[in-house]
């Protein structure tokens, strides 16, 4: 696992643009033109349009 991944909370969220580890199980691929709306422990994706 990344050493920077070791500082982060259990509830954390990071979105990016690749996986950051082999590990993909816990990778959700994010549509093109997706808004990501993270509130708690919920997250919410909506189409965007600018």
């Given at each position: 696992?990344?050493?920077?991944?070791?500082?982060?909370?259990?509830?954390?969220?990071?979105?990016?643009?690749?996986?950051?580890?082999?590990?993909t199980d816990?990778?959700?691929?994010?549509?093109?033109?997706?808004?990501?709306?993270?509130q708690a422990?919920?997250?919410?994706?909506?189409?965007?349009?600018?």
């Open positions: 696992m990344n050493p920077w991944c070791k500082q982060l909370s259990e509830n954390a969220r990071v979105v990016v643009s690749e996986p950051l580890t082999a590990l816990d990778w959700e691929e994010v549509p093109e033109s997706t808004a990501i709306i993270m422990q919920q997250v919410e994706m909506q189409p965007f349009q600018p």
